[in-house]
T-cell receptor
Framework: ETGVTQSPTHLIKTRGQQVTLRCSSQSGHNTVSWYQQALGQGPQFIFQYYREEENGRGNFPPRFSGLQFPNYSSELNVNALELDDSALYLC??????????????FGQGTRLTVV | GENVEQHPSTLSVQEGDSAVIKCTYSDSASNYFPWYKQELGKGPQLIIDIRSNVGEKKDQRIAVTLNKTAKHFSLHITETQPEDSAVYFCAASIGSYIPTFGRGTSLIVHP
C-alpha cells in the first residue's frame, strides 16, 4: 500500500463528454504528478502540481487540465473526450524540496474507457 | 527532452534463473533512476532506485547498476520466482521528480 488513492477505479464515458479523476496523495507529500498509460506502454507524463501550482507539463493538449488543493489532493480534468483518451490514468505523489526530489508513489489508477 | 529506451520488451526465464533488463537514457543531466514493477490491474510500485553519484545498489535479490559515461542502467533479479512475473519499467529524471519512463519489459517466470 502506497497511501495514494485514486477514484473512481473504472469509468466509461462517451466521446465529447468531460471527466474528472481524483487523487489523494500520501501523507506528508506536496507534489502530485499525473500520467496516462495506454495498453502495453509506459506511463506518459501529463503534468505535475507542486504546492497548488502547475510545475511542468508533458505533450498533452489544453483540454487536459488539473488542480491541486491545499491538502495536496488533486484532480485531473479532461474535456471533449476522444476515443484515444481511453487509458489507465495514474497519479503519483512525492515530497519535493528545493533542488531535490524523492521517489514517487503511485496510486492504483483509474481505467477510463471512451466509447 | 529525455528519451529512455528499454530492452527487452519480453523476457521469459525459468524459476531460479537470473533476469537482466537494460535501459539507456539520452540526457546526461538525468540524475535519478527508479525502477517500477507493475502487476496486472495495479499501479507501478517502486522496487529500487539509484542516483547518479552511485554506481550500484542492491536490495536482497534485486540490484541496479548505472554507467553514467555510457548513459545506461540495468536491473538484475537473481533467483527469480513466479511472483516476480510482472511488467518492469525503468525511468530517468532530472532534479525534481518528473521521470521519463521506458516502454516496459514483461517478465515471465516459469515454475
Amino acid at each position: 500500500e502506497t497511501g495514494v488513492t485514486q477514484s473512481p477505479t473504472h469509468l466509461i464515458k462517451t466521446r465529447g463528454q468531460q471527466v474528472t479523476l481524483r487523487c489523494s496523495s500520501q501523507s506528508g507529500h506536496n507534489t502530485v504528478s499525473w500520467y496516462q498509460q495506454a495498453l502495453g506502454q509506459g506511463p506518459q507524463f501529463i503534468f505535475q502540481y507542486y504546492r497548488e501550482e502547475e510545475n511542468g507539463r508533458g505533450n498533452f493538449p489544453p483540454r487536459f487540465s488539473g488542480l491541486q488543493f491545499p491538502n495536496y489532493s488533486s484532480e485531473l480534468n479532461v474535456n471533449a473526450l476522444e476515443l484515444d483518451d481511453s487509458a489507465l490514468y495514474l497519479c503519483a505523489s512525492s515530497l519535493v524540496r528545493t533542488g531535490a526530489g524523492t521517489e514517487a508513489f503511485f496510486g492504483q489508477g483509474t481505467r477510463l474507457t471512451v466509447v | 527532452g529525455e528519451n529512455v529506451e528499454q530492452h527487452p520488451s519480453t523476457l521469459s526465464v525459468q524459476e531460479g534463473d537470473s533476469a537482466v533488463i537494460k535501459c539507456t537514457y539520452s540526457d546526461s543531466a538525468s540524475n535519478y533512476f527508479p525502477w517500477y514493477k507493475q502487476e496486472l490491474g495495479k499501479g507501478p510500485q517502486l522496487i529500487i532506485d539509484i542516483r547518479s553519484n552511485v554506481g550500484e545498489k542492491k536490495d536482497q535479490r534485486i540490484a541496479v547498476t548505472l554507467n553514467k559515461t555510457a548513459k545506461h542502467f540495468s536491473l538484475h533479479i537473481t533467483e527469480t520466482q513466479p511472483e516476480d512475473s510482472a511488467v518492469y519499467f525503468c525511468a530517468a529524471s532530472i532534479g525534481s521528480y518528473i521521470p521519463t519512463f521506458g516502454r516496459g519489459t514483461s517478465l515471465i517466470v516459469h515454475p
